[in-house]
């Protein structure tokens, strides 16, 4: 008998929208070896409001986004990764807006998240990110990654 993985990503939800827990999490412990990460991951789907005041408390902007990550001091990274909080109903939104559905926009948002903790950073690395994010949002089965929506709406 094969022994499973352990699992490397936890999902805890915070939101009142319901989502497809276990999809997700099956989606997560995948993206979560194609990123490469080596420490767990927790994620947490909440609302818009609980994303605000983190990305305020944490990053001094005050306003919700979908997306926040927050990775592990460098030392601790071989057993923990760091942590996402991803707001639903933000998610909601967009996955209305972009025709798909909120599962699809949440692995989206996870996978984007993941690449923050392995070290990708969009916002400097001259297009590095989007090309992995591309590379493995097709390997993953999902729509247009968040770079990728970034570059066709430019």
Request: proline share 3%; net charge positive.
């Amino acid at each position: 008998m094969r022994d499973e993985a352990p699992q490397r990503t936890h999902i805890v939800v915070e939101s009142k929208r319901r989502v497809m827990r276990k999809r997700l999490a099956e989606f997560s412990e995948r993206a979560h070896r194609a990123a490469k990460l080596k420490g767990e991951v927790s994620i947490l789907l909440t609302d818009g409001e609980a994303v605000r005041e983190l990305n305020r408390r944490y990053r001094k902007k005050n306003k919700a986004t979908d997306v926040l990550s927050f990775p592990a001091p460098r030392s601790m990274q071989r057993m923990t990764a760091g942590d996402l909080a991803i707001a639903v109903d933000v998610a909601t939104l967009q996955a209305k807006r972009l025709g798909h559905s909120l599962t699809e926009e949440i692995s989206i948002l996870i996978l984007h998240g993941l690449l923050h903790l392995a070290g990708h950073d969009h916002e400097a690395d001259h297009g590095e990110m989007a090309e992995i994010e591309a590379a493995l949002r097709k390997r993953l089965g999902l729509p247009l990654s968040l770079t990728e929506r970034a570059v066709v709406s430019a």
